[in-house]
């Protein structure tokens, strides 16, 4: 079955705390992307991979790191959490193949909770 | 980026028809359209997407505005499961392929 997952699907973690959230797909797209969820501001990119070893960041980048060392894998590390990150977190893969017709597919999601 | 412009929210009964409509008058003669929806606690998933002409899918049918000013997602028979908050996106080569998801319609279905 062609899926995204996501792991962990919750977190609850204290300020300061490394962690990493990690996304596989097994479609073998080449791009990938994390949303963040908020209520009041909806979906916002966080970062991109158009391929292996090739990350840009999106719209609301501070505070996380990607990385992208194979296709099917784009972990989003938060070095330092604190609380203004707790959110609901979206990993999205594509085939970019067919330009602005490209269809995305999300993962079910990662709710952290930084204390 | 051209902007859609949607109703908070809509109301309808299981298996009736609905027509969820979205303005989008800036629209540039490239950009295509595109509708997601997000089913409570899952992640957004494509509906369909069309450019000029009127599309069907399995999961239902983008009617599109001679003019491209506006279009309808068209439901046509709702069940509780099509309870979601449904995206109107506009794709151009200028936004890349990140989704701007806007605030989206939230669709009640009722038995």
């Known amino acids: 079955e062609a899926q995204v997952t996501q792991n962990p699907r919750y977190l609850i973690t204290v300020t300061g705390k490394k962690l990493t959230v990690t996304c596989s797909q097994n479609m073998n797209h080449e791009y990938m992307s994390w949303y963040r969820q908020d209520p009041g501001l909806g979906l916002r990119q966080i970062y991109y991979s158009m391929n292996v070893e090739a990350t840009d960041k999106g719209d609301v980048p501070e505070g996380y790191k990607v990385s992208r060392k194979e296709k099917r894998n784009f972990p989003l590390i938060l070095e330092s959490p604190s609380p203004n990150q707790t959110s609901l977190y979206f990993c999205a893969s594509s085939s970019p193949g067919q330009g602005m017709q490209e269809t995305q597919y999300f993962g079910p999601g990662t709710r952290l909770l930084v204390l | 980026d051209a902007k859609t412009t949607q109703p908070n929210s809509m109301e309808s009964n299981e298996e009736e028809p609905v027509h969820l409509p979205c303005n989008h008058s800036?629209?540039?003669?490239?950009?295509?359209i595109h509708w997601y929806r997000q089913l409570p606690s899952q992640g957004p998933e494509y509906v369909i997407h069309g450019l000029t002409s009127n599309v069907n899918n399995r999961m239902a049918s983008l009617a599109i505005a001679e003019d491209r000013k506006s279009s309808t997602l068209i439901l046509h028979r709702a069940t509780l499961r099509d309870a979601a908050v449904y995206y109107c996106i506009l794709r151009d080569w200028g936004s890349g392929y990140a989704l701007n998801f806007g605030k989206g319609t939230s669709l009640l279905v009722t038995p």
């Open positions: 800036t629209i540039s003669g490239t950009d295509y």
